[in-house]
């Protein structure tokens, strides 16, 4: 009776082990492939700052207003970012102006988004920008400086990749 079970149990085992792996080596693929694009987005991802609006108001305070404009490959993995912790200092850090973030707010990312931002400069903070501005015989140079959180949506899990991002522009003097 033994003898007679061998014959189809071996050739079923064999195919089962065939199929698994197949499945495994197409799931192997495919996450290759997923992979190789996530790797593709990071090391594609630039970031540029630019202001693009300087203005001081009478009643002391300054408007400033940014584009951060985020360029990456065009990928195959949904992304999204949030900007956090974006501090403004003199181009040299010796003064400290200011803390802004918008890290309660995700933007969909695709391979060319601008994201603007804007800031108002008081008290404290705006009177060491007068200083700057009064010691600087032409332009101010300030320093725009964070940190990108990029999050990437793969099959299985969500990927966040930090990335510091940092910009020294120049202010034009009052008037200009």
Same mark, same amino acid.
């Given at each position: 009776?033994?003898?007679?079970? @061998?014959?189809? @149990? ?6 089962? #082990? =065939? ?6 080596? +197409?799931?192997?693929?495919? %996450? !290759? ?6 790797? /593709? ?10 202001? %693009?609006?300087?203005?001081? #108001? ?6 400033? &207003?940014?584009?951060? %404009? +985020?360029? *990456?490959?065009?990928?195959? =993995?949904?992304?999204?970012? !949030? ?5 403004? $200092? ?8 200011? $803390?802004? %973030?918008?890290?309660? +707010? ?14 108002? =400069? ?16 032409? /332009?101010?140079?300030?320093?725009? &400086?964070?940190?990108?959180?990029? *999050? ?25």
């Amino acid at each position: 009776m033994r003898s007679e079970e @061998r014959p189809w @149990r071996y050739p079923l085992g064999v195919g089962l #082990l =065939i199929v698994l792996l197949i499945v495994a080596l +197409v799931l192997l693929v495919l %996450t !290759e492939q997923n992979y190789t694009a996530f790797r /593709e987005a990071l090391q594609g991802i630039q970031f540029t700052v630019s202001l %693009t609006h300087f203005e001081q #108001l009478a009643s002391q305070e300054a408007r400033l &207003q940014w584009t951060v %404009t +985020v360029t *990456m490959p065009a990928q195959k =993995i949904p992304a999204s970012l !949030e900007l956090l912790d974006w501090h403004l $200092y003199s181009a040299d850090r010796s003064t400290y102006l200011g $803390y802004y %973030t918008s890290g309660d +707010v995700q933007i969909a990312l695709g391979p060319n988004t601008e994201i603007p931002l804007e800031a108002a =400069i008081r008290g404290p903070n705006f009177e060491k920008l007068q200083r700057l501005q009064e010691e600087s015989p032409q /332009e101010t140079a300030l320093l725009f &400086q964070g940190v990108a959180l990029v *999050m990437f949506q793969l099959p299985q899990r969500e990927e966040r990749k930090k990335f510091p991002v940092a910009s020294v522009f120049m202010l034009p003097k009052e008037g200009e």
